[in-house]
């Protein structure tokens, strides 16, 4: 979850999809000023539980907020309209978007995060996360590639949903952009504090596929946190930060289904 400071708008509660679900109206929201959703954000809550993360999600103060929340038994809540800008997104980039609260629908689903163990997402859970987003891409056409992790657009700052997320099972049912991850091989390791052509031309890969990096030759911290994004969410086996050779193969098959 983050925050942003954008004047709410009248209380939303025009159900999006079709799917069963509840209204929960959350007065945390603003104008999304004529733009189309076409970007799917997915996040974890990272609060002790669900009726914790609603209270907040609802709370004036806390200014934050999602168009959708999932319960680990598979129920969904709306809370804000998709046609309105909830804030959930935070400073964020993708593909050089920098108002991504404007251009996305947020789904937050109910886990207790890193802080709690990061504990395995439910089936009951997942199933209802694919539906939603299957419906959710249907009705707006997003694109696999922009069916997207909370920390592909904040690297450094989020890490959710997280690696346990399983988002090949999304795959398998038509949701967002997936290749199996490659298995460690020996070869050049990049990390922080390399430099050169090496450097500069997996920052140009990564900028390519979508995150938000200068092309500067400097392994440099900006550089590691778009890596460890990368994979949690492509390459969960090993998050570290650091582009060895399998992590350096995903990217390449990633960007050639991209292709």
């Not at 997996?202 to 390519?208: P, S, Y």
């Not at 946190?225 to 570290?240: G, I, M, N, T």
């Amino acid at each position: 979850m983050s925050s942003d400071m954008t004047p709410s708008g009248p209380t939303a509660s025009q159900p999006g999809t079709r799917l069963p679900l509840t209204i929960v109206a959350s007065p945390n929201h603003g104008e999304r000023l004529g733009a189309i959703p076409t970007i799917l954000v997915l996040h974890y809550t990272g609060m002790s539980d669900g009726a914790s993360a609603l209270a907040w999600l609802c709370n004036p103060v806390s200014q934050v907020s999602c168009h959708y929340v999932v319960e680990q038994d598979g129920g969904i809540l709306q809370l804000v309209a998709e046609d309105r800008r909830a804030w959930h997104a935070g400073r964020s980039a993708w593909r050089g978007l920098t108002d991504l609260n404007s251009a996305s629908i947020g789904i937050e689903i109910v886990n207790a995060g890193h802080d709690g163990g990061l504990p395995d997402y439910p089936a009951a859970q997942i199933t209802a996360v694919t539906d939603l987003c299957r419906d959710i891409v249907a009705r707006y056409a997003i694109r696999p590639d922009n069916v997207l992790a909370h920390s592909d657009i904040a690297p450094g700052r989020k890490q959710d949903p997280g690696e346990r997320f399983p988002w090949s099972t999304l795959a398998e049912a038509g949701v967002g952009l997936w290749v199996p991850p490659r298995p460690d091989r020996s070869g050049p390791c990049l990390r922080i504090g390399d430099t050169g052509a090496p450097v500069e031309a997996i920052q140009r890969k990564l900028a390519a596929f979508g995150y938000g990096l200068p092309i500067t030759g400097s392994f440099d911290t900006a550089t590691e946190a778009v890596v460890r994004s990368l994979q949690l969410h492509f390459r969960p086996e090993r998050v570290d930060g650091v582009a060895d050779p399998a992590t350096l193969d995903t990217l390449d098959d990633l960007l050639a289904k991209l292709a």
